[in-house]
């Protein structure tokens, strides 16, 4: 009991880090594909075209999907056994923090002079850009989706080096599963 105790606080640091990931990522797969025949890759131009995004990011994301496939030990093909391709969704997020206290009273309003005062009032605003990173991986032959990525986390717009970081780790996040684990 007492060994259990002592490892208590660093389980619950574990699972407060792992809790606080900024990138949540799902993905879905074709249960009917076998992802062992998949060895080579390829990306699908005509779908990259589609993505409403400048060529800069485009290019910063095609280079992280190549080098996480390359480290899984796939290969670039003229001839691939799938196709990668990409579209991307972004919106602003607002948040509205009312950090109003005190249940009000008679007093000094500044400007607006003696009267009844409903508290302390401190609204805070935070704006954002939030994206959808997808991911999609094609059957070459049939040109038929067998896996999807996705990626939703807020964008860094303003430093180019924290840009690329991001785009990576949203990329490094969601090829954490593939290929699938097929039970």
Do not use: H
């Not at 990138?23 to 409403?52: C, L, M, Q």
């Not at 607002?94 to 009000?104: H, K, L, M, R, S």
């Amino acid at each position: 009991m007492k060994k259990l105790l002592k490892f208590t606080p660093i389980l619950l640091l574990l699972v407060i880090l792992s809790s606080c990931s900024s990138v949540k990522v799902t993905a879905d797969y074709d249960r009917e594909s076998n992802f062992d025949d998949y060895k080579t890759f390829a990306f699908f131009k005509p779908g990259i075209d589609k993505a409403e995004i400048n060529d800069i990011d485009k290019r910063r994301i095609l280079r992280a999907i190549e080098a996480e496939l390359l480290a899984k030990g796939y290969t670039k093909s003229e001839n691939p056994d799938m196709l990668v391709s990409i579209f991307t969704k972004s919106n602003q997020r607002v948040d509205v923090y009312n950090n109003a206290w005190g249940n009000g009273a008679w007093g000094w309003g500044g400007y607006g002079g003696w009267g009844w005062r409903s508290g302390w009032n401190n609204n805070q605003v935070s704006v954002s850009t939030q994206g959808v990173l997808f991911i999609d991986i094609l059957n070459s032959k049939k040109k038929e989706l067998i896996w999807q990525g996705s990626g939703t986390g807020n964008l860094e717009v303003k430093n180019t080096d924290k840009k690329d970081a991001r785009i990576k780790e949203f990329v490094s996040e969601m090829f954490m599963l593939f290929p699938p684990e097929v039970k």
